[in-house]
Nanobody, 121 residues
Framework: QVQLVESGGGLVQAGGSLRLSCAAS????????MAWYRQAPGKQRELVAN???????NYADSVKGRFIISRDNIKNTVYLQMESLEPEDTAVYYC???????????????WGQGTQVTVSS
């Protein structure tokens, strides 16, 4: 079993900053790619950013230059530093990880429960 728990969401004014964290716990052998997704009301869930175990990053065009994804492989934690937030960034943000569990083969696609980010204009 694996659990991903997000923290750091909240209400912020446009132009402000937030830092999201997501810690994975359980019987984890290793975690491959970790990512942040978001889902706004009435919209599909979309990829915000992902990061490989080696630190290679990828961003959605809408957040390039404003968001930074990072990870701590020792702590099994991924972060999302969000700057210059816009009302359009309002969504539930979900953490995702491709996890290999001890004693099992294959990657398990694991999700957190989500954390709300609200940006007021």
């Amino acid at each position: 079993q694996v659990q991903l728990v997000e923290s750091g969401g909240g209400l912020v004014q446009a132009g402000g900053s937030l830092r999201l964290s997501c810690a994975a716990s359980g019987s984890i052998l290793t975690i491959s790619t970790m990512a942040w997704y978001r889902q706004a009301p009435g919209k599909q869930r979309e990829l915000v950013a992902n990061i490989s175990r080696g630190g290679i990053t990828n961003y959605a065009d809408s957040v390039k230059g404003r968001f930074i994804i990072s990870r701590d492989n020792i702590k099994n934690t991924v972060y999302l530093q969000m700057e210059s937030l816009e009302p359009e960034d309002t969504a539930v943000y979900y953490c995702n990880g491709l996890v290999v569990l001890r004693g099992l083969t294959g990657l398990r696609n694991s999700w957190g429960q989500g954390t709300q980010v609200t940006v007021s204009s």
